[in-house]
C-alpha cells in the first residue's frame, strides 16, 4: 500500500516539505523526524495500524497526597501503569506518564503538555480527583478516558469498578452466614470509589431495616491500626465488620497479630484483596477486582476514540468476584 506525502504530514503533524526531505534524504529535517516518517510508511505498507508511529499516549496521574499504600507493599498503581504502557506498546505507541499534583501550576502544565503534536490520546488517572478537580481537565482537546472515577459529564467515556456490587456481595455474604448486625470500617478520606461504597451500604442497610454504622477508620495504615486497637479494647465492634479497601484490611489484620488472637471474635471481610504477607496466616474474605484488565479496556476505549471521528461515549463497569476465606464464616 504506497501512501502520498500529503497523508503522512497530516498524520504525523508536520509539513508536507518535511516529508519531502525525509524522503529524499535531504537535510533540514531532524533524525528523529525523519525516523518517525520512515517508521510510519513501513508500518502502512506492512498492513500494521500506524496509530501510533512517533505517537505518545499521556498518562495524568492526579493526586492529593493521600497516603493510601501499607508499607512495604508495592504501589497499587505500578502493576496498572505497566499494563497501559504494555498495551500503548502494541501500537507502537510512547506511554508518557505525569504524575501530577493539585496546585493551579502543577494542573496547568499537565493541560499544556497535552497540546503537544505528538500527543495523541489521554488517559486520565482520576482516583483521587472530585467534581471539581476536572474542571481544569475539561480544556484537554485529546482523545481522553476517564480511568477510576465517574464525572457524570456524557462528553467522556469512563472505566471505573462496580462498587455497589462489591458492597452487595460481602453484605449478602454476610447475611447467609447468619450475620445481620453488620458494621462498615471507612477511611477518613473522600475518594470516589469509597463515597459510592458508602452510599450502598447505606442503602443496603435501609434496605434491611437497619441503622447504617460507619467507623471511620483512618486516613492511613497507621491510624486504622490505632483507631482499630482502640475500638477492639473497647469493645465497639459486634458480629461482622465490612472493610473498605486493602489498606484498612492490612491493618486490622496486623492489630490482630500483635496482640496474639488466633480465633476472630467476629466476622471480616474486605474490599480489594491482600498479599499473604499481610494476612498473618489467615485466609481473608474479599471482593477481587480486576484493575489490570480494567487497564486494557480503557486503552481500547480510547484507541476507539483515537480512530473515530466523534464516537459514542461509554461507561464501563469492572465486575467484582467474592472469594471466601476463613474471616467470614459463621462462628455460631
Known amino acids: 500500500m ?13 509539513s508536507k516539505a518535511t516529508v519531502s526531505l525525509a524522503l529524499n534524504d535531504k537535510p533540514g529535517v531532524s533524525a528523529e523526524t525523519k525516523k518517525r516518517i520512515l517508521d510510519y510508511i513501513h508500518q502502512v505498507e506492512s498492513g500494521i495500524d500506524p496509530l501510533g508511529a512517533g505517537s505518545t499516549i499521556r498518562i495524568i496521574l492526579f493526586s492529593h497526597n493521600y497516603a493510601l499504600h501499607p508499607k512495604g507493599t508495592e504501589d497499587i498503581f505500578t502493576p496498572v501503569i505497566r499494563m497501559f504502557a504494555e498495551e500503548a506498546k502494541k501500537d507502537g505507541l510512547t506511554l508518557t506518564l505525569d504524575d501530577t499534583g493539585n496546585t493551579t501550576a502543577d494542573i496547568q502544565r499537565s493541560i499544556k503538555a497535552c497540546e503537544s503534536d505528538d500527543v495523541k490520546g489521554v488517559i486520565l488517572f482520576a482516583t483521587f480527583m472530585t467534581k471539581d478537580d476536572f474542571e481544569p481537565f475539561k480544556a484537554i482537546k485529546k482523545p481522553m478516558v476517564i480511568y477510576d472515577n465517574d464525572f457524570e459529564d456524557p462528553d467522556y467515556t469512563y472505566v471505573k469498578i462496580d462498587n455497589g456490587a462489591a458492597v452487595r456481595l460481602l453484605v449478602d455474604h454476610f447475611h447467609e452466614q447468619g450475620y445481620d448486625d453488620i458494621q462498615y470500617w471507612a477511611n477518613d478520606y473522600p475518594l470516589f470509589n469509597f463515597t459510592e461504597r458508602r452510599a450502598m451500604f447505606r442503602m443496603m442497610s435501609a434496605w434491611n431495616g437497619k441503622d447504617p454504622e460507619i467507623i471511620m477508620g483512618g486516613a492511613d495504615e497507621e491510624g486504622h491500626y490505632t483507631k482499630f486497637m482502640e475500638a477492639y479494647k473497647q469493645g465497639t465492634i459486634r458480629q461482622a465488620l465490612l472493610v473498605e479497601n486493602y489498606q484498612a484490611s492490612a491493618a486490622i489484620l496486623r492489630a490482630f497479630h500483635d496482640m496474639g ?16 504477607y499481610y494476612m498473618y496466616g489467615r485466609k481473608l474474605t474479599y471482593v477481587r477486582i480486576s484493575h489490570d484488565e480494567r487497564a486494557c479496556l480503557a486503552m481500547d476505549l480510547l484507541r476507539r476514540q483515537m ?12 465486575n467484582c468476584h467474592l472469594v471466601v476465606g476463613d474471616t467470614s464464616l459463621s462462628v455460631k
Open 261 to 276: 488472637i488466633g480465633k476472630l471474635p467476629f466476622a471480616i471481610a474486605a474490599i480489594d484483596e491482600l498479599t499473604p
Open 2 to 14: 504506497k501512501i502520498k506525502a500529503v497523508e503522512i504530514a497530516k498524520a504525523l503533524g508536520v
Open 307 to 318: 480512530r473515530t471521528t466523534n464516537p459514542d461515549r461509554f461507561k464501563l463497569l469492572s
